[in-house]
C-alpha cells in the first residue's frame, strides 16, 4: 500500500537543521530559579547605587515585562504569527523508513525496509562548575566531533538523523544531563561508526582522564528494531525524533536525492497504531 508524503520536498544534499548551540541552554541550566533572581536583584541594587533618578533604574525592567506581555497578548489573539509554530506539520503524521526509490509502504518490485537502530548518547556534568568543570569543554568539543563526521559523511555511513534533548530529573534541578538520539539504518552501520576514527578519537581521551573527571557522567544506549516492531506518530508537532531523520533514496529517474521520512496519518491505514504496526507489510 502506498502513503502520501507530508513533506512532499527533495533535496539533492542532504539537508539537517543547523545545531543550535546548548550554550544559553547550559548556561540557564546550571542555576536554580532563585539564584537568577537574586542575580536580577544585584543588578538592580547596583543600578540605584548610579547617580540618577530612581525611576530610570527601574524602568528597563518595568518596559521589558510590558512589552513581554503585549507580544503575547498579540499572539494569543492572532495578531501577532506564533513563532513557537515555525517549522511545526500541522497535521497528523507518521515516519515511514522509505524504500529505495523514495515510495512508501509495500511496493511491487521494491523491497521494503527491514529494521531501524538508535544510538542514546548521554552526558552530564557532576559539579558545581558545571560547563566550565576540568574536562567539561573537551568531552563537549569530541561529542561535536564525532556528530559532524556522522552528518558529512551520511550518504555513506547509514547516518539517519539526530535529535538532542535536555534532561529532567526528580534528583536535581540544574546540571541536567545532555541526551542525544542518533538514528542509523541498522545496528551495523552504528557499531561501525563506533569503531571509526573520529569515536576512537574521543575515546581514547577518555580512557586517559575518566579516572580523573569522576564528575563527568557519559552514557550510551543501542537499541535495533525489525520491521513491524517500531512505531511513531507526532500530531501538529515539527519534525523531531524518527521524524527528523533524512533518507537518501535514488528516483525513477535515477537521480539520487534525499527525503523526509514522514507520511500523512490522518486516515487510513496509518490513523491507528494497529496499522502503523503493519505499514511495511
Known amino acids: 500500500m502506498s502513503f502520501v508524503p507530508a513533506i512532499a520536498t527533495s533535496h539533492t544534499k542532504r539537508p539537517f537543521n543547523t545545531p ?4 544559553h541552554k547550559l548556561i540557564r541550566d546550571q542555576f536554580t530559579i532563585q539564584t537568577w533572581l537574586a542575580f536580577g536583584a544585584v543588578v538592580q ?37 506564533n513563532p513557537y509554530t515555525v517549522g511545526v506539520v500541522d497535521a497528523k503524521v507518521t515516519a515511514i523508513v522509505p524504500n529505495a526509490d523514495g515510495s512508501f509502504g509495500k511496493q511491487e518490485g521494491q523491497k521494503t525496509p527491514d529494521r531501524v537502530a538508535i544510538l542514546l548518547l548521554g552526558f552530564k556534568v557532576n559539579h558545581p562548575l558545571g560547563p566550565l568543570a576540568p574536562g567539561a569543554v573537551e568531552t563537549a568539543n ?33 546540571k541536567s544531563e545532555i541526551m542525544t538520539n542518533f538514528y542509523f539504518r541498522s545496528i551495523e552501520d552504528a557499531n561501525t561508526f563506533a569503531h571509526g576514527p573520529s569515536h576512537r578519537e574521543g575515546w581514547k581521551w577518555w580512557s586517559k582522564v575518566g579516572n580523573e573527571y569522576k564528575y563527568l557522567a557519559i552514557n550510551h544506549e543501542v537499541y535495533e528494531a525489525p520491521k513491524g516492531k517500531f512505531e511513531n506518530v507526532y500530531v501538529h ?6 521524524g527528523a531523520t533524512t533518507y537518501q533514496i535514488t528516483d525513477k529517474d535515477g537521480q539520487t536525492k534525499w527525503i523526509s521520512p514522514l507520511v500523512n496519518a490522518d486516515k487510513g491505514q496509518l490513523k491507528n497504531a494497529p496499522g502503523r504496526w503493519k505499514a511495511y507489510d
Open 237 to 242: 508537532n515539527e519534525p523531531t525524533g524518527l
Open 142 to 174: 569530541y561529542f561535536q566531533q564525532m556528530a559532524a563526521d556522522l552528518r558529512k559523511n551520511a550518504s555513506t555511513n547509514g547516518f539517519l538523523g539526530s535529535t538532542t534533548y535536555l534532561g529532567a530529573s526528580d534528583s536535581r534541578s540544574t
Open 45 to 81: 541594587s547596583l543600578l540605584l547605587l548610579l547617580p540618577i533618578r530612581p525611576i530610570y533604574t527601574i524602568a528597563p525592567a518595568v518596559m521589558l515585562l510590558f512589552f513581554k506581555a503585549v507580544d503575547t497578548l498579540l499572539i494569543i489573539f492572532k495578531l501577532k504569527p
Open 20 to 23: 543550535v548551540s546548548l550554550l
